[in-house]
């Protein structure tokens, strides 16, 4: 049983992500640097979790970090993401998946420091579903 409260077969992800989604959020891999519109644009609203929807990060949390990716210094609320060792590509890191459906988004470093937190959630793209605020 998986730890995750969203779940759907490969094939239920494979019809509903795009094929640069699924290679991201389901297979754990990385879109090319600053290829993302969100990578330096930093529109008001919330960034939800592009396969489940849930709300992960928001607009007052994202800055710029000339990484290549959209980069925020906290998550919209505790228990939104998970951070998971990641010892792979000869690395320590932290890689960050959404709490709720298990997608990978990227990784957290504490390379941050003009940030409050100190962090740099560093994410991809199109793991991000961008959503306007109400009017």
Same mark, same amino acid.
């Given at each position: 049983?998986s730890e995750?409260?969203? $779940?759907? &077969?490969?094939?239920?992800w494979r019809? $509903?992500?795009?094929?640069? $989604?699924?290679r991201?959020?389901r297979?754990?891999? &990385?879109?090319?640097p600053f290829t993302h519109e969100l990578?330096?644009?930093?529109?008001k609203g919330?960034?939800?979790?592009?396969?489940?929807e849930?709300?992960?990060f928001k607009d007052?949390?994202? /800055?710029?970090?000339?990484?290549?990716?959209?980069a925020f210094?906290?998550?919209?609320?505790?228990?939104t993401?998970?951070e998971?060792e990641d /010892?792979t +590509?000869?690395? +320590?890191r %932290?890689? %960050?998946?959404c709490?709720a459906?298990g997608g +990978?988004?990227g990784?957290? /470093?504490q390379d941050?420091?003009?940030?409050p937190t100190?962090?740099?959630?560093?994410?991809n793209?199109?793991?991000?579903?961008y959503v306007?605020p109400?009017?």
């Open positions: 049983m995750y409260r969203i $779940q759907k &077969t490969e094939e239920e019809e $509903q992500l795009d094929p640069v $989604q699924y991201v959020l297979e754990k891999g &990385t879109e090319r990578w330096k644009e930093s529109p919330t960034y939800l979790c592009a396969a489940c849930t709300p992960l007052t949390a994202k /800055f710029f970090s000339a990484c290549g990716w959209p210094y906290e998550a919209a609320e505790a228990g993401v998970k998971i /010892f +590509h000869g690395m +320590h %932290v890689e %960050v998946v709490a459906c +990978h988004l990784h957290v /470093f941050a420091p003009h940030t100190g962090l740099r959630y560093c994410i793209g199109v793991s991000l579903k306007p109400a009017e």
